[in-house]
């Protein structure tokens, strides 16, 4: 029980800003508060990364912002084309809400009455996790946990149980939020190697970093 | 590491309000699907299990303020203190709290609902249950579509590996909601008629609410009657579509492949299969293609949904306590609305009531997102 896994990496998507390991690496100046602000940087941001993958665009606001963090750690890791044994383990507080307004909204009034699927298949807040597997041939364990704040102990405990019972090779972890007018992404990877362990403390102290 | 058990349970559905209940109305053949004409729900006529609130309410008014709690609040509050009595387990700092769940209290979205749009937050779902009972660990919510059910037992199992927990409850939940009937509807996957699981005849599924709710522990001593050892389990992503199931039931396959590892078994040694089978022509057709790559395709199996509906967040573990019933009764029960095969691969669809003796069970589910959860459970004989 007492092997020691690691954090190799981690980012964050927050503020209009782009960083991993601690480094900005994009930043976009807002021009406006609110929600249009994260349409528009989060397009930049895909430009800005050379993601090419078009389906980015069909997605909703969560998986835009789960899926391009995810991407930042994931593009270095040469991964195999054909399949990847990398556990995904997500988390926020508002679940899928952002995209449920908006489903409710459709089917609210008799008169404008118009639910679509295209809409309703995002109501969920795993899917970012689907979006996330599809890119990267992830064939592997995925949970959404829902809390109402940051939640490091869980994160830890249950990627620790994942790597020791041989479930995952690696661990893909963190919490992704979106809510009105607010977002928050913070992914890391765990590992075998590495020079971050994956404590608690250290977990709390990269979360908080930007 | 230890060994997990599923103990006590409950069943808080429109077939009764305890697990003897709803499984003797299986043995009977009733199923809890209605058909509806109500367009504050659906602008068309629809299929689908539920309960009514003033049953829900009358009994909740017994234990607590009905004004100060949602209708699935009520329902889940209900199960899990059956579970909670029973086990007479004090709910120290050593017993966690899981609570699956797909939407929640979705509902307080709409206009007309007398709750604040701040219950439709899971967290605020969890901590209303677990204040409620005094839980001394902060609630544990899951929310990964379909799978959810069934995976919060593989979490359960992982949290008592890992010596977090001595005993962990698990309660689950989930509406028939305007919310969902249009999403499905929109989609045209839902069935005006009751559903025909694996049927050529099949034409999509019917929604169904219940809150089911269960014991999940390391203490082997004490068990009750029809307990079960969790013996693997494993979640894998079809890596292939967000709505539409694998043409290969790659995840399903897998899932399965790697529940059976941690078993240590064959698939020879499973005696019964509780599918998904939500009666889509896609879902179906690839649960036949990946139980056919398993060399499962003489095994007994059933989908639950004909007396169900598909309850969401809630089936994986309602049909898992189903599923442990019919192991202590041992008899395969019927899957309803299944007379004749409609898919491409040979499946041992169960026509009607056999008795046989039953010594290990595999649950699947499948879901949005390209999730699938396989877990294994064996009978405890003591």
Same mark, same amino acid.
């Given at each position: 029980?007492?092997?020691?896994?690691?954090?190799?990496?981690?980012?964050?998507?927050?503020?209009?800003?782009?960083?991993?390991?601690?480094?900005?690496?994009?930043?976009?100046?807002?021009?406006?508060?609110?929600?249009?602000?994260?349409?528009?940087?989060?397009k930049n941001a895909y430009k800005f990364l050379k993601t090419d993958y078009s389906k980015f665009f069909k997605m909703d606001n969560l998986s835009k912002l789960a899926f391009l963090a995810a991407y930042l750690l994931l593009k270095s890791e040469n991964l195999n084309e054909e399949e990847n044994n990398i556990a995904l383990v997500f988390s926020n507080k508002a679940s899928s809400l952002d995209t449920d307004r908006k489903h409710e909204a459709a089917? =609210? $009034?008799?008169?404008?009455? /118009?639910?679509?699927?295209?809409?309703?298949?995002?109501? !969920?807040?795993?899917?970012? +996790?689907?979006?996330?597997?599809?890119?990267?041939?992830?064939?592997? =364990? $995925?949970?959404?946990?829902? /809390?109402?704040?940051?939640?490091?102990?869980?994160?830890? !405990?249950?990627?620790?149980? +994942?790597?020791?019972?041989?479930?995952?090779?690696?661990?893909?972890?963190?919490?992704?939020?979106?809510?009105?007018?607010?977002?928050?992404?913070?992914?890391?990877?765990?590992?075998?190697?590495?020079?971050?362990?994956?404590?608690?403390?250290?977990?709390?102290?990269?979360?908080n970093t930007l | 590491m230890p060994k997990t058990f599923l103990s006590y349970n409950n069943i808080f559905s429109n077939l009764g309000f305890d697990s003897e209940t709803v499984v003797e109305n299986i043995f009977s053949g009733n199923s809890g699907l209605e058909k509806f004409d109500d367009t504050s729900l659906l602008p068309e006529p629809f299929c689908a299990s539920m309960i009514s609130s003033k049953i829900v309410e009358e009994k909740f008014s017994k234990i607590g303020n009905t004004s100060k709690f949602t209708k699935l609040e009520q329902m889940i509050i209900l199960s899990l203190k059956e579970v909670i009595d029973?086990?007479?387990?004090?709910?120290?700092?050593?017993?966690?709290?899981?609570?699956?769940?797909?939407?929640?209290?979705?509902?307080?979205?709409?206009?007309?609902?007398?709750?604040?749009?701040?219950?439709?937050?899971?967290?605020?779902?969890?901590?209303?249950?677990?204040?409620?009972?005094?839980?001394?660990?902060?609630?544990?919510?899951?929310?990964?579509?379909?799978?959810?059910?069934?995976?919060?037992?593989?979490?359960?199992?992982?949290?008592?590996?890992?010596?977090?927990?001595?005993?962990?409850?698990?309660a689950s939940g989930d509406l028939v909601t305007k919310f969902i009937l249009s999403g499905f509807n929109s989609f045209q996957a839902l069935s005006a008629e009751p559903c025909k699981p694996y049927d050529k005849n099949r034409t999509?599924?019917?929604?169904?609410?219940?809150?089911?709710?269960?014991?999940?522990?390391?203490?082997?001593?004490?068990?009750?009657?029809?307990?079960?050892?969790?013996?693997?389990?494993?979640?894998?992503?079809?890596?292939?579509?967000?709505?539409?199931?694998?043409?290969?039931?790659?995840?399903?396959?897998?899932?399965?492949?790697?529940?059976?590892?941690?078993a240590n078994i064959g698939a020879a040694q499973i005696d019964y299969i509780s599918a998904h089978g939500t009666a889509t022509p896609f879902n179906d057709e690839m649960e036949a293609i990946a139980f056919s790559r398993l060399g499962m395709e003489e095994v007994p199996l059933n989908s639950l949904k004909g007396y169900f509906g598909h309850t969401l967040g809630a089936s994986g573990l309602l049909e898992t306590i189903v599923g442990m019933h019919f192991m202590m009764k041992n008899i395969l029960f019927s899957s309803k609305g299944?007379?004749?095969?409609?898919?491409?691969?040979?499946?041992?669809?169960?026509?009607?009531?056999?008795?046989?003796?039953?010594?290990?069970?595999?649950?699947?589910?499948?879901?949005?997102?390209?999730?699938?959860?396989?877990?294994?459970?064996?009978?405890?004989?003591?």
């Open positions: 029980m007492s092997e020691k896994f690691f954090i190799k990496n981690y980012c964050h998507i927050k503020n209009q800003t782009v960083s991993v390991n601690g480094k900005v690496i994009f930043n976009d100046v807002p021009i406006t508060l609110g929600t249009e602000d994260f349409s528009t940087f989060i089917i =609210e $009034n008799e008169a404008e009455y /118009f639910p679509s699927p295209a809409v309703f298949v995002y109501t !969920l807040p795993n899917i970012c +996790l689907g979006e996330i597997s599809i890119k990267h041939r992830l064939y592997s =364990e $995925n949970s959404f946990f829902i /809390f109402d704040r940051f939640n490091a102990e869980h994160l830890q !405990l249950y990627a620790n149980s +994942l790597l020791r019972s041989g479930k995952a090779q690696k661990t893909l972890c963190g919490w992704v939020d979106f809510d009105e007018n607010s977002y928050d992404a913070f992914l890391y990877l765990v590992e075998k190697e590495g020079e971050i362990e994956h404590t608690t403390e250290e977990i709390t102290r990269l979360y | 029973d086990s007479n387990i004090p709910l120290n700092e050593r017993v966690g709290l899981l609570i699956s769940t797909t939407k929640g209290n979705i509902d307080v979205l709409e206009s007309k609902s007398n709750f604040p749009e701040s219950r439709a937050y899971l967290s605020e779902l969890g901590k209303t249950i677990q204040n409620f009972f005094g839980f001394k660990n902060e609630a544990i919510v899951l929310s990964n579509a379909c799978v959810s059910g069934i995976l919060a037992v593989s979490v359960a199992k992982r949290f008592i590996s890992e010596e977090k927990y001595d005993h962990v409850f698990i999509g599924i019917n929604l169904g609410e219940v809150a089911a709710s269960a014991l999940i522990t390391s203490e082997e001593k004490d068990l009750p009657t029809g307990a079960v050892e969790i013996l693997g389990d494993a979640t894998c992503n079809d890596a292939n579509h967000i709505s539409g199931p694998s043409r290969t039931g790659e995840g399903l396959y897998r899932s399965v492949k790697a529940a059976l590892k941690e299944f007379s004749d095969l409609g898919v491409s691969k040979k499946i041992n669809i169960i026509k009607e009531n056999t008795p046989k003796e039953l010594h290990i069970f595999l649950k699947t589910a499948s879901g949005f997102g390209g999730c699938n959860t396989a877990v294994i459970f064996k009978k405890v004989n003591n």
